[in-house]
Structures are given as structure tokens and as C-alpha cells.
């Protein structure tokens, strides 16, 4: 959920033309992104590769320009082939400007150009003469870019065209020759003011392409990130990005992306006080973002688990009492566990509801089991509903999300018996409450950890070094805090593929 030198961190919350937004949707926040002054330096350190694929990248025109020297007559000149030789930087700073901009200074940028300079001039008698010699120019620089936060088509903008150029030196050095001589003090002088124009139009230029490219390519990760198949999570922007003295913060919409359904939210219980500002990154959810996923994985048909074989007979074999043994006889009539197909699936969107002690997600749900008879279609032998209410901890660790079953309720709804068996029904039933409370929620659960997991792997979740995260469970809405390291190599492989 970074914009381009410092874009990084700017489009991880998520040309330039400002959005129109209406008052009423100013309520209508499901997800938002805090990033913290601590983040900012972090990710500041990466501003020396964005800086010399500007330098690099950035194409210089020729320059040619005619000067009138005494005794001279006029000489005119051209720079071609002007090319980046060497490049270094010292160091970079970044500071917030309160409901401003993000101020980005790069001292000491030291850089070599070369390239062909020709020149020629008509004396006091009409001699025309001409010459071309190598020529190579030292220079050190320093940088302030100015990148403001805009809007542009529902997400947020780097524009980062308030930037400057100031040179502390300026030497050309003519054929290798370092050693002053007339005709590079000839030229040096009014080669120098066109030679910073062009540097500074070229390399501004291209910084702000950079930004673009790096605010859509992370924004769209941030998009992909919240969508698997035909779900996602509209993360267009709510209201205008928010700059403060110690963190910048953007409010999305997070509203369901799938098919022809539309979900409305209720207004909005974000707060600015309700993230803190001791953490690198935030990310606020309302509870009913989650709600509107959960409804989309019922319609996707998603919710749906079998459960076969050995593990079977694992969670109908954790009671070995003699009365428990009875049962399973029964109900399994003498056949394998292999030959047996317990279904269970969501009869209704789950409802899921965010409280201090986790996350308590409602469903009714139902279960069949079928025992597969050979050379006959499978029969159901028992078919029976629940309404099932866990309260669920989260945790991320090892980067691998873990959840911790905390409480559940079971309330029995239908319950259908095609066995014929000589013990009452309320035997079943008591076996089977158990079973599900013991084994069944827990097999469920323990199938949602590494799915959910792989998906945010395929995401690239893994990639990122996370520091400490914690998943905070309030009344509404949940909170993910952490701090993190920059993997160097993502922003490597991205200029690559982008230069």
C-alpha cells in the first residue's frame, strides 16, 4: 500500500491534476496508509540510485553558441556527444513541510562529462580555421527537490518539478590536458552558464519521470496486492494526501471490487489519533472492507473445504474412548477413512466484527459426510448445520501469517441422519459438537494460515524485511504496524526493467 527519489515511500501509501472530491466522501475511508519520519530516512537511502539513473538516463542535446572575442573576431563553438562519465554522491537528507511538500536535499553530487567540443572563428583578416578536440568536464553539485503530493485519477502524485541544481564547480579539461591553458579559459567561462541550463533541464526532467514510474508501478503493486482472482479492493483515493511535521498519511477508499456488485459503506471511525507515530508504517482497515472480502470469497464460492483420508481418521480418533469407538463404527459401517468425504462449506457471507480480543467472524455453516460404497455413487450419511462464532488472534512471524483460535461458540441448527444405528441421536450429536469444536476449527484454520500465506508470498510480500509487525484488533477496525527494511534489490531489478 513512494513516489520517485523519494517516490519510493510515497507510492507505498499507494499528470499531476488535482481530484475533485465531494464533501460526503471524505467519510467514506475503509484503508489508510501512515508512513513516519524514521520510514522516510530509511528509504531515503535508496535516493542515490534513483539519482545517478536520472543522471544516467537523461539524454544531453548538443550545445553550440557563437561568442565575439577581441582581436578574435567571433568564434563559435558546439558540445556533441555528451555523455556521463563518472558519478558519486555523498550524502541526502529529507525533511516533512507541514501540509507542504517532501524536501529531498542531495549534497555533493559529484559527476565527469565527456564529449567533443568544436570550434571555429573568422580573425580580423577572414581566416577561417577549424578544430575538434575531446574535452572532459568535472563538476560537484548539490540538489533540492521539492516533491509536493498531488492527485491524479484517484491516486496519489509525485510531482517533483520544483527542482534545483547548484554547482560548486565547474572545470573543463581539454584532450586529458588538467593544466590551465587559453583555450580553455576561453571557453570555460560562457561554455559553463549553457553547460548548467542543460544539466539542470535534463536531469529535473528526468527525476520527475522517474517519480511517475515509480509512483503507478508500486501503487499498481499495491492494487495487485488486494486482489486474487476476480476480488479486489478499490484503493483509489478517499480524500487529499495529508502531509504533517513527522509522518505523511493517505485515506483510500478500500471499497470490493467484483463483478457487477457494489458494497456502500457507513461512515467512517478513522481518526488521526488512532495511529501513533513511533512505528515506520501504518495501515488502518475498517472492519467493513474485510466484511465486503468476505462476502466476495461466499459469492466466489470460495468457502468451501473438503477434508479426506487421514486426516479423517486423525480428528475422528482424538477421543479413543470405548463409547467415542462406537460411534465412529457406526458411522463409518465398517469402510476405510479412504473411502470416506466430509464436505463443509459457508451458507452465508460470514459477518466478521473487530473487537480488543481478535477478530470474531459469525458464519452458518454446513457439513456432509459421505462414505464412497464400491461401484456406487457416494452417500451422505450425515448432513448437518451449525451457526459457528470464533474469535480469532493474528500474528505475522517468520513471515508467516498465524492465527490463534481464542474462543468459539457452536449453536446446532439441522442435523439429518441416514444411518441406521441402534444408539439415540443425542449421542451423535454430543460426538459430533465435539469433534468440531476440537478438531474441525481447528483443521479449518490451520488450511486458511498457509493459504492466506502463499497469497501474500505471490504478492511479494516475502521479499520485504519486516521488523516487528503487530495486528491490533480494536472496536471497527484493525491495525497493522511495523518497521521494516528496503530490500536494495527490488529497486535494482525496477530500474533495470523501467531503464
Same mark, same amino acid.
Given at each position: 500500500?513512494? $513516489?520517485?527519489?523519494?517516490?519510493?515511500?510515497?507510492?507505498?501509501?499507494?499528470?499531476?491534476?488535482?481530484?475533485? @472530491?465531494?464533501?460526503?466522501?471524505?467519510?467514506?475511508?475503509?484503508?489508510?496508509?501512515?508512513?513516519?519520519?524514521? $520510514?522516510?530516512?530509511?528509504?531515503?537511502?535508496?535516493?542515490?540510485?534513483?539519482?545517478?539513473?536520472?543522471?544516467?538516463? $537523461?539524454?544531453?542535446?548538443?550545445?553550440?553558441?557563437?561568442?565575439?572575442?577581441?582581436?578574435?573576431?567571433?568564434?563559435?563553438?558546439?558540445?556533441?556527444?555528451?555523455?556521463?562519465?563518472?558519478?558519486?554522491?555523498?550524502?541526502?537528507?529529507?525533511?516533512?513541510?507541514?501540509?507542504?511538500?517532501?524536501?529531498?536535499?542531495?549534497?555533493?553530487?559529484? $559527476?565527469?562529462?565527456?564529449?567533443?567540443?568544436?570550434?571555429?572563428?573568422?580573425?580580423?583578416? @577572414?581566416?577561417?580555421?577549424?578544430?575538434?578536440?575531446?574535452?572532459?568536464?568535472?563538476?560537484?553539485?548539490?540538489?533540492?527537490?521539492?516533491?509536493?503530493?498531488?492527485?491524479?485519477?484517484?491516486?496519489?502524485?509525485?510531482?517533483?518539478?520544483?527542482?534545483?541544481?547548484?554547482?560548486?564547480?565547474?572545470?573543463?579539461?581539454?584532450?586529458?590536458?588538467?593544466?590551465?591553458?587559453?583555450?580553455?579559459?576561453?571557453?570555460?567561462?560562457?561554455?559553463?552558464?549553457?553547460?548548467?541550463?542543460?544539466?539542470?533541464?535534463?536531469?529535473?526532467?528526468?527525476?520527475?519521470?522517474?517519480?511517475?514510474?515509480?509512483?503507478?508501478?508500486?501503487?499498481?503493486?499495491?492494487?495487485?496486492?488486494?486482489?486474487?482472482?476476480?476480488?479486489?479492493?478499490?484503493?483509489?483515493?478517499?480524500?487529499?494526501?495529508?502531509?504533517?511535521?513527522?509522518?505523511?498519511?493517505?485515506?483510500?477508499?478500500?471499497?470490493?471490487?467484483?463483478?457487477?456488485?457494489?458494497?456502500?459503506?457507513?461512515?467512517?471511525?478513522?481518526?488521526?489519533?488512532?495511529?501513533?507515530?513511533?512505528?515506520?508504517?501504518?495501515?488502518?482497515?475498517?472492519?467493513?472492507?474485510?466484511?465486503?472480502?468476505?462476502?466476495?470469497?461466499?459469492?466466489?464460492?470460495?468457502?468451501?473445504?473438503?477434508?479426506?483420508?487421514?486426516?479423517?481418521?486423525?480428528?475422528?480418533?482424538?477421543?479413543?474412548?470405548?463409547?467415542?469407538?462406537?460411534?465412529?463404527?457406526?458411522? @463409518?459401517?465398517?469402510?476405510?477413512?479412504?473411502?470416506?468425504?466430509?464436505?463443509?462449506?459457508?451458507?452465508?457471507?460470514?459477518?466478521?466484527?473487530?473487537?480488543?480480543?481478535?477478530?470474531?467472524?459469525?458464519?452458518?455453516?454446513?457439513?456432509?459426510?459421505?462414505?464412497?460404497?464400491?461401484?456406487?455413487?457416494?452417500?451422505?450419511?450425515?448432513?448437518?448445520?451449525?451457526?459457528?462464532?470464533?474469535?480469532?488472534?493474528?500474528?505475522?512471524?517468520?513471515?508467516?501469517?498465524?492465527?490463534?483460535?481464542?474462543?468459539?461458540?457452536?449453536?446446532?441448527?439441522?442435523?439429518?441422519?441416514?444411518?441406521?444405528?441402534?444408539?439415540?441421536?443425542?449421542?451423535?450429536?454430543?460426538?459430533?459438537?465435539?469433534?468440531?469444536?476440537?478438531?474441525?476449527?481447528?483443521?479449518?484454520?490451520?488450511?486458511?494460515?498457509?493459504?492466506?500465506?502463499?497469497?501474500?508470498?505471490?504478492?511479494?510480500?516475502?521479499? @520485504?524485511?519486516?521488523?516487528?509487525?503487530?495486528?491490533?484488533?480494536?472496536?471497527?477496525?484493525?491495525?497493522?504496524?511495523?518497521?521494516?527494511?528496503?530490500?536494495?534489490?527490488?529497486?535494482?531489478?525496477?530500474?533495470?526493467?523501467?531503464?
Amino acid at each position: 500500500m513512494m $513516489a520517485g527519489l523519494f517516490v519510493i515511500p510515497l507510492a507505498l501509501i499507494s499528470t499531476a491534476v488535482a481530484c475533485t @472530491f465531494e464533501e460526503s466522501s471524505l467519510n467514506l475511508t475503509g484503508i489508510v496508509c501512515r508512513m513516519t519520519k524514521p $520510514a522516510a530516512l530509511v528509504l531515503n537511502q535508496q535516493t542515490a540510485q534513483v539519482i545517478q539513473a536520472a543522471f544516467r538516463h $537523461a539524454t544531453y542535446p548538443d550545445i553550440s553558441g557563437e561568442r565575439s572575442m577581441r582581436f578574435l573576431g567571433k568564434v563559435a563553438y558546439g558540445l556533441t556527444n555528451i555523455q556521463i562519465n563518472d558519478l558519486s554522491i555523498e550524502n541526502s537528507e529529507v525533511d516533512f513541510k507541514e501540509d507542504d511538500a517532501i524536501d529531498i536535499a542531495i549534497q555533493n553530487v559529484t $559527476a565527469s562529462f565527456k564529449g567533443t567540443l568544436s570550434y571555429g572563428y573568422t580573425g580580423a583578416w @577572414f581566416v577561417k580555421l577549424t578544430h575538434s578536440i575531446d574535452f572532459e568536464i568535472e563538476s560537484s553539485i548539490d540538489l533540492q527537490i521539492n516533491t509536493k503530493l498531488t492527485c491524479a485519477k484517484g491516486r496519489v502524485a509525485a510531482d517533483t518539478s520544483d527542482c534545483y541544481l547548484t554547482f560548486y564547480k565547474l572545470t573543463l579539461h581539454l584532450q586529458g590536458d588538467k593544466q590551465p591553458g587559453w583555450l580553455k579559459q576561453l571557453f570555460t567561462d560562457f561554455i559553463s552558464f549553457t553547460l548548467k541550463l542543460v544539466l539542470k533541464g535534463q536531469v529535473c526532467k528526468e527525476i520527475n519521470s522517474l517519480a511517475q514510474l515509480l509512483a503507478d508501478f508500486i501503487q499498481d503493486r499495491a492494487a495487485n496486492f488486494l486482489q486474487d482472482g476476480a476480488i479486489g479492493v478499490d484503493i483509489s483515493l478517499a480524500s487529499f494526501p495529508v502531509i504533517k511535521a513527522n509522518y505523511m498519511e493517505s485515506h483510500h477508499k478500500g471499497l470490493l471490487l467484483y463483478k457487477n456488485y457494489s458494497v456502500v459503506f457507513n461512515d467512517s471511525v478513522f481518526a488521526p489519533s488512532l495511529l501513533s507515530e513511533s512505528r515506520m508504517l501504518y495501515f488502518w482497515f475498517s472492519d467493513q472492507v474485510l466484511n465486503s472480502l468476505a462476502m466476495a470469497a461466499f459469492l466466489d464460492e470460495r468457502l468451501v473445504l473438503t477434508i479426506t483420508g487421514e486426516e479423517l481418521r486423525e480428528m475422528f480418533e482424538m477421543e479413543d474412548t470405548e463409547a467415542h469407538q462406537g460411534i465412529v463404527q457406526e458411522i @463409518f459401517q465398517g469402510t476405510s477413512y479412504n473411502d470416506s468425504l466430509a464436505k463443509v462449506w459457508s451458507l452465508t457471507p460470514p459477518q466478521i466484527t473487530l473487537q480488543p480480543e481478535g477478530t470474531i467472524v459469525k458464519s452458518s455453516v454446513a457439513v456432509e459426510l459421505s462414505i464412497f460404497s464400491q461401484g456406487a455413487e457416494p452417500t451422505g450419511v450425515l448432513y448437518f448445520e451449525k451457526e459457528v462464532t470464533v474469535t480469532i488472534q493474528s500474528a505475522y512471524v517468520e513471515k508467516k501469517l498465524v492465527l490463534h483460535l481464542a474462543d468459539s461458540v457452536i449453536e446446532p441448527k439441522v442435523f439429518k441422519c441416514a444411518l441406521e444405528r441402534a444408539g439415540d441421536d443425542r449421542s451423535l450429536r454430543h460426538f459430533l459438537q465435539k469433534i468440531i469444536s476440537v478438531a474441525g476449527i481447528p483443521e479449518v484454520i490451520s488450511r486458511i494460515e498457509p493459504a492466506l500465506t502463499s497469497l501474500m508470498n505471490s504478492k511479494g510480500l516475502n521479499l @520485504f524485511e519486516i521488523k516487528n509487525p503487530e495486528i491490533i484488533t480494536k472496536e471497527g477496525y484493525l491495525i497493522i504496524q511495523l518497521d521494516f527494511g528496503f530490500p536494495h534489490h527490488l529497486l535494482v531489478d525496477f530500474l533495470k526493467k523501467t531503464l
